[in-house]
């Protein structure tokens, strides 16, 4: 080998040294800057995760408060309260042979014990909830443990025998 070719080569070398030297240096200096920071998977799920989810449960706490808060503003103004609303319970009623159940619109019936008859003078006299079929003529049977809505004020049940139903909403006995 000639000595112009050991210069040769020992000048190729010590350029790729300094190419990957350079190379090497500029990606170790850039790497993790502010503009471009370095996130590893550890600190994605041990902190920022965690912070993200506080701040969302935060807001979605601030925001169901918000409209619970409207709701009982509505309910006020419309003469209900929060603790009554949606929570109308049954009372249970005992009917004489004879006796005429007469109710207002929405109200809710479920014949327990006895016999009773769909009553009222206009059509449909009720809706039977549990198979949602209308009751469109009086003197009709009603079923034990059907639920049974009244949707013309006035309309009810009659007793054939002793009974006793469940009922929610406004009603009358005649």
Known sequence: MTNRKKVTIAIGVLLAVALVVGLTTLAVTNYG??????????????TLTPQI???????????????TEDFENLLS?????STSAGTATFSVVTLNAGDVLSCSVGTEIMPRIGTV?????????????????????S?????HNHMYMVTIDGNGIKATSSSKVLIRGSYTVN
């Open 33 to 46: 800057t502010q503009s471009d920071p370095l996130v590893t998977l550890s600190y994605l799920q041990d």
């Open 53 to 67: 989810m506080e701040q969302l449960e935060d807001q979605l706490y601030a925001k169901a408060d918000e409209l």
């Open 77 to 81: 103004q419309n003469g209900g309260s």
């Open 117 to 137: 008859v769909s009553a009222g003078s206009d059509s449909p006299r009720l809706i039977d909830e549990t198979t949602g079929e209308s009751i469109s003529s």
């Open 139 to 143: 003197d009709v049977q009603l079923e």
